[in-house]
């Protein structure tokens, strides 16, 4: 089979003004970023309208190795659902040059089910992830500049400031360092570090900001340190939020692109599902509705991630109903959790199906508390075996729900059309009724325990001290009413990325809870999150390469 570049290079590109025509759009409302990409103003926005389209959301149990192809999938089903006649567009995150080109190579789909330029997506794309870097640095630099100026004293204590900087690619050298050394004019020796651009509190700023005014007010809430005597510093005290508005003035819209088929899909933002909410922009979701009848979109991770974060932060926060959930999985995938060897996964093996069963029965559960619809999309893959496939789709029959096979990443569209009659089904349905899993109103520990429980699994939450120290500090500065954005470990329901399959009779410690005002959500962590990856021993960018013809090869 060719690789996912080759296919991607077989296609000819239809020009961007022909895919915004699709969608209504006229040649003369869009921002070219060469022939085959632009940017979309924000006053197609329309309100009313995406009220009426229907928002489809793909998910996925716990994250395998093999990997379960949420984002082909997302992508085939909106192939599959313009072949039934339907104006679909998927809207999805921008992918991250630092996974790119260290573990998970390419992040634009696979096979048939791709969204194109791949190789410009992949890339710097349209400069969306440098901006939020550019941004988020020049906060860091204020800082500093800060605890250096002596004209303006803000009074800031050094050791409270949790402000890091951030670059957009796995370098695990520049987790620790120190900063401001080289004498008095070099700055204020202090300990900090770099985390990934998809880590940033501006990237989940600008993912849940609704406007340019929202996105600025947002800037100026990010929370800094504290001064010398215990008072709230913020970005707005260093008159930041405007300069850090004006980097991002461009970044803030979506931008529009095409999947493998000519179908419209928007890519916009990319925040990471295990540190923060794992989601595409607010204003992306809401451009695709207003432009489309249905939109499809995903989370980032397994449904205990970024699906919750989706439907309890993104939905509340701009209000959006969701019409169905997909659930992914694959045969791999279960067979894993039900404790098969990562080499032997492609095996035929009832056993491990039957055990890793149990991960998907939570995740399928844990949709039921949010009242919204599902299917399951059994993502085929050539080795699969069609007595295993019918195993788990008698299973979910049991359970009063459909599971489908979808082959996209041989067959594109074509491959989803079954599934695709299924989703709009559910679509259709009026009693949909979306609700969120707690209310903002609830104390800061009932939030992070509801989630922990119910989403989870958990049997209870303990608290270190740094925890609790940090509950006292959100009371004191009012942001209770705040929901939570827990960081754990996507390989796990629990805080322990050993336990696969469903785990039980299992507690989450919260080792410290950060706070991300200017987003507006708390972060508790559980376990060792990871800001800042490494490259693994064999990373992706060995086998990139470009020749003196520009022919881009292994960006797969």
Known sequence: ????????????????????????????????????????????????????????????????????????????????????????????????????????????????????????????????????????????????????????????????????????????????????????????????????????????????????????????????????????????????????????????????????????????????????????????TRMGLSLSDYVVTEAGFGFDLGAEKFFDIKCQTAGLNPAAVVMVTTLRALKYHGGANLKQVAEPNLNALRSGLGNLDKHLENIARFGVPVVVALNRFAADTSAELQYIIDHCRQQGISAVEANVWANGGAGAVQLAEHVRELAERQEVRFRPLYEWSWPITRKIETICREIYGAEAVDYLPRAKADLKSIGRLGLDGLPVCIAKT??????????????????????????????????????????????PDHPAAERMDIDADGTITGLD
């Open 1 to 284: 089979m060719p690789t996912d570049i080759e296919i991607a290079r077989q296609v000819t590109l239809r020009p961007i003004v022909e895919v915004a025509a699709q969608l209504g759009v006229p040649p003369d409302a869009l921002e070219p970023y060469g022939r085959y990409k632009a940017k979309l103003p924000l006053h197609l926005i329309d309100s009313a309208r995406a009220a009426r389209a229907k928002l489809i959301l793909v998910s996925a149990i716990s994250p395998t190795p093999p990997g379960e192809g949420k984002t082909t999938m997302s992508i085939g089903l909106t192939q599959g659902l313009n072949r039934l006649g339907l104006r679909a567009t998927a809207v999805l995150r921008e992918p991250s040059l630092g996974p790119v080109f260290g573990l998970k190579g390419g992040a634009t789909g696979g096979g048939f089910s791709q969204v194109l330029p791949m190789e410009d997506i992949n890339l710097h794309f349209t400069g969306d992830f440098a901006a939020v870097e550019k941004a988020h640095n020049l906060l860091a630099a204020l800082i500093d500049n800060a605890l250096q100026t002596k004209e303006r004293v803000l009074n800031l204590d050094p050791r409270t400031v949790t402000w890091r900087r951030v670059m957009d690619m796995n370098d695990r050298a520049l987790r620790h360092i120190v900063v401001g050394l080289g004498g008095t004019t070099g700055g204020m020796p202090r300990e900090t570090g770099f985390d990934i651009t998809a880590a940033s509190e501006v990237m989940a700023i600008l993912c849940l900001s609704q406007d340019r005014e929202d996105l600025k007010r947002r800037l100026g809430n990010i929370f800094v340190g504290f001064t010398f005597d215990r008072q709230p510093v913020y970005a707005r005290d260093l008159r930041a939020a405007g300069a850090m508005a004006l980097l991002l003035k461009d970044a803030i819209k979506p931008n529009l692109v095409q999947t493998l088929e000519g179908n419209p899909a928007i890519i916009h933002g990319g925040p990471f599902a295990n540190i923060a909410q794992g989601t595409n922009t607010i204003i992306a």
């Open 490 to 535: 996507q390989k796990s329901l629990s805080d322990n990325p050993e336990l696969l399959g469903r785990p039980k009779d299992f507690v989450v410690t919260v080792r410290q809870i950060e706070i991300a005002a200017g987003a507006g959500f708390v972060i508790p962590i559980t376990g060792e999150i990871m800001r800042m990856p490494g490259l």
